[in-house]
């Protein structure tokens, strides 16, 4: 589950710093177009990925994508929302003011160039606990909301009472509404295994989804939301198409779709305030990130961390990035180009870094990433 600083969240609440979206390096565009999405384009100036994502009329038609675990299981508040939060929630998205799109569609949209409608949302849920079948499919099959459901397959091999059924996982699957996607077998810590264990992992997922519900998922989701550059590549060689973490940030059309932010919601970040605050943001289109890998290395221990903003997005007026886990991120910019640099070494485990800043119509902007730091 994402974990936010309290620092940003004070941010976020009060003084409403916040917004953005994660971007690819140019390595990782060339690589989703040449193998994710099966078109074969080049990189470098004639890049169309590139071209469209500082275009004016992409640049704020991306998409909000949420990701849920646990409802009204209290006895897990940090992957919990409570059955009052979820109903607010659900309020809100059905207000009239939000566009709930099936993940599968904004993620073509995205992949095509085609512009979403203002205000779009996804709505997803990792691990399928039991609480999804009793509490939250009830709840979005009346207000006719789509969602995504990933699913490690051993969970519910192991029938532990708290998790779903695949008896349970065809019903969803035969609604028009439920998408299912692939969470790996065993939902190991991705970044930290062999490629030959990763890749078993999606295999034998494919297999027992293949076997159950009579096809393989085409959405993947990482595992605790860690991922390695060689992780995503194996996701995106092994027919998925697309994939997605649980770093903060607007999905857009700067995005690689190997990794697609997710705003995670919980007890303690699933405050109706807060969601009011976390649909209304935009991407904020970010080119040439770097380091490309969010694998770091004894040796790469604070990473260089940098991003350049296209012109299309205006004055880089009120950027601020925070780091999460007590660390502080300190921003140099060079014209367009934001370098952030971290006062202390990252600790092992997951980093969250967030940037956020204003954009138009009183919105915010919010771009995300996430470290990962191997414990040995």
Excluded: K
């Excluded at 994939?243 to 705003?263: I, K, M, T, V």
């Amino acid at each position: 589950m994402a974990v936010i600083s309290l620092r940003l969240l004070v941010a976020e609440s009060y003084r409403l710093s916040a917004v953005g979206r994660l971007a690819a390096g140019l390595r990782s565009r060339a690589l989703v177009l040449g193998l994710g999405l099966g078109v074969g384009l080049g990189i470098g100036a004639a890049d169309p990925l590139a071209a469209r994502a500082v275009t004016p009329e992409l640049a704020d038609r991306g998409a909000v994508i949420l990701v849920y675990h646990r409802f009204g299981e209290g006895d897990h508040p940090s992957t919990n929302i409570t059955l009052e939060q979820f109903d607010a929630h659900l309020a809100i998205l059905t207000s009239g003011r939000y566009d709930v799109r099936p993940l599968p569609e904004i993620v073509a949209a995205l992949a095509e160039g085609r512009p979403l409608p203002p205000r779009t949302v996804g709505i997803s849920i990792d691990d399928a606990y039991l609480s999804v079948w009793t509490e939250a499919w009830p709840r979005l099959s009346t207000a006719g909301l789509p969602f995504t459901l990933f699913v490690a397959t051993d969970s519910v091999d192991r029938e532990t009472p708290r998790s779903m059924t695949w008896s349970q996982l065809r019903e969803l699957a035969a609604s028009p509404l439920v998408t299912i996607g692939s969470q790996t077998a065993s939902h190991p810590h991705m970044p930290e295994q062999s490629p030959e264990r990763n890749r078993q992992e999606i295999l034998r997922s494919h297999a027992r989804f293949e076997r159950e519900l009579g096809s393989r998922p085409s959405l993947f989701a990482y595992p605790f939301g860690e991922f390695s550059l060689a992780v995503r590549d194996l996701v995106a060689t092994e027919g998925f198409r697309a994939a997605f973490g649980q770093h903060s940030g607007a999905a857009g059309h700067a995005s690689d779709p190997f990794r697609l932010p997710r705003f995670a919601l919980n007890e303690a970040y699933g405050t109706p305030e807060r969601f009011s605050l976390v649909v209304e943001t935009l991407p904020l289109p970010a080119l040439d990130i770097t380091p490309d890998d969010p694998l770091i290395g004894p040796n790469d221990n604070p990473p260089a961390y940098g991003f350049t903003v296209p012109r299309s997005v205006g004055s880089l007026n009120g950027l601020q990035c925070y780091a999460g886990r007590g660390n502080e991120a300190r921003l140099q910019r060079l014209d367009r180009r934001i370098e952030v640099r971290f006062a202390a070494p990252l600790r092992p485990g997951r980093t969250r870094v967030n940037c956020t800043m204003p954009g138009p119509d009183g919105r915010w902007r919010w771009l995300g990433r996430q470290f990962y730091l191997p414990a040995r």
